[in-house]
């Protein structure tokens, strides 16, 4: 059976459902947009119409984006081709809510849930064969219209068909970049890019005592090693320390025994105390950074010094000299190159070590972390970047263990990830990239 999709009912009117019906209205689907009331919907379609770049565009929006209340107008999806859930990360409310849902759409629909981390299988488990066989996860990122990456999670029922479908519309409809992932805890990006915020809070904390500014590890862990500028406090005072501690206990609750991430699923003594003074970052007033007002009416950047536990002015960072590549800061030995190997090496290494566990090929991997997070390079692209050979011998001399696809690579007798337009397949052998 072929399966198209020319309109969308949105259940969730939140920043992520809004974002989703208003992607879905702009490549011209009509647009059923439903919350818990008439005034939650309201905010929903507020939040959609004001993504928009012009008034004319915010007028084609609001054309194209009906709306009604999940009570009394969830029997209208049986109009809809796919009908997308994206209320709040709790799995009973999930749950009940496909209950409903399954009562309500027609044969030939498909269903997807806009879950960040919650696994596809403990949605649907016990729920009705049909439900299971038209199911995806549809991961978008925030905000949605704007960011490229959209991650495809099937279910061990899913129907071919469907799964394609959802490919083929999330690419050519929707213009966003698709990456497959396996239904695992926090699918890709989140799983590794959540690794490198937790870790590196954890792994920072020696190098702040031995006299290392927050502002000089957030400068390392930015451009010089192609990570966004905000490097870490500053990405986690952008997400809020509250959601970090969501995704931290998240985690905990559902890594598989013996994973690295355990070991930093909770914040530092210092981070645990900020949070439980709401100290959340720029949802508040302040977290790591805060900009304050001056007596002359100008702005002062604030950092909350994590090894004193009070405000001061920010500082210049102290950058290495001559060093603004990851190669040069991680095989010099001292303290910067000493942070940057532990926190994004321990990132690249924990990467390594999850592939085909949380996708099929590195490939997935590298385009995940790039368009969900913005790295300039994915992981393997930077360990190639670092030359695996050179990782390898630094993990032995250290008496470390390979992770699994550098201890692959080593066994093919291969030089790196990539080569002339191929990847490493999990088989040892090169693979033709496909087409973004």
């Known amino acids: 059976m072929t399966v198209a999709i020319h309109s969308v009912?949105?259940?969730?009117g939140g920043t992520m459902g809004s974002g989703i019906a208003a992607l879905a209205a702009s490549v011209g689907c009509e647009v059923?947009?439903?919350?818990v009331d008439q005034a939650a919907v309201a905010r929903g379609l507020q939040r959609a119409l004001a993504t928009a770049a012009t008034p004319d565009e915010a007028a084609l929006l609001k054309s194209r984006i009906a709306t009604g209340t999940i009570d009394g107008d969830l029997p209208r999806i049986e109009n809809s081709d796919w009908i997308c859930e994206a209320i709040i990360e709790d799995l009973s409310a999930k749950r009940d809510l496909f209950e409903t849902i399954e009562a309500a759409r027609r044969q030939d629909s498909v269903v997807s849930t806009n879950t960040s981390g919650i696994r596809l299988s403990e949605i649907v488990a016990g729920l009705p064969l049909r439900l299971r066989e038209d199911i995806v996860v549809t991961h978008f990122f925030n905000p949605v219209r704007v960011m490229r990456l959209l991650e495809l999670v099937p279910g061990a029922e899913t129907r071919p068909e469907v799964v394609a479908a959802f490919e083929t519309f999330g690419r050519e409809r929707l213009g966003k970049g698709v990456v497959r992932a396996k239904d695992t805890v926090n699918f890709i990006a989140n799983r590794i890019g959540c690794f490198f915020m937790l870790s590196g809070l954890h792994k920072a904390e020696p190098f702040l005592k031995q006299g290392l500014s927050q502002?000089?590890?957030?400068?390392?862990?930015?451009a010089p090693v192609g990570l966004p500028s905000t490097g870490l406090y500053g990405?986690?005072?952008?997400i809020g320390l509250d959601v970090m501690d969501l995704v931290g206990r998240n985690l905990e609750a559902n890594l598989p025994a013996g994973d690295a991430g355990r070991a930093f699923a909770r914040f530092p003594e210092a981070e645990r105390t900020m949070l439980a003074r709401?100290?959340?970052?720029r949802k508040t007033s302040g977290g790591f950074y805060r900009m304050t007002k001056t007596a002359d009416g100008g702005k002062l950047k604030e950092v909350f010094d994590l090894t004193s536990g009070a405000w001061r002015p920010a500082v210049e960072?102290?950058?290495?000299?001559?060093?603004?590549?990851?190669?040069?800061?991680?095989?010099?030995?001292d303290a910067a190159a000493r942070l940057v190997w532990d926190t994004l090496g321990g990132t690249l290494l924990y990467a390594a070590d999850l592939v085909p566990e949380i996708a099929e090929n590195i490939v997935a991997v590298d385009r995940a972390m790039r368009w969900g997070f913005a790295w300039r390079r994915g992981p393997f692209e930077l360990l190639d970047d670092l030359e695996p050979e050179r990782v390898i011998d630094r993990l032995r001399r250290e008496g470390k263990p390979l992770p699994r696809r550098l201890a692959a690579l080593a066994a093919a007798g291969a030089q790196s990830f990539y080569r002339d337009g191929a990847f490493l397949g999990v088989d040892g052998r090169y693979r033709r990239v496909p087409a973004e």
């Open 317 to 333: 960072p102290k950058l290495p000299a001559r060093r603004a590549d990851p190669v040069s800061l991680v095989f010099i030995d």
């Open 9 to 12: 009912a949105v259940i969730g």
């Open 32 to 35: 059923l947009l439903l919350d």
């Open 235 to 238: 990405l986690i005072d952008l």
């Open 215 to 222: 502002e000089t590890v957030d400068a390392l862990l930015g």
């Open 278 to 281: 709401r100290q959340l970052g």
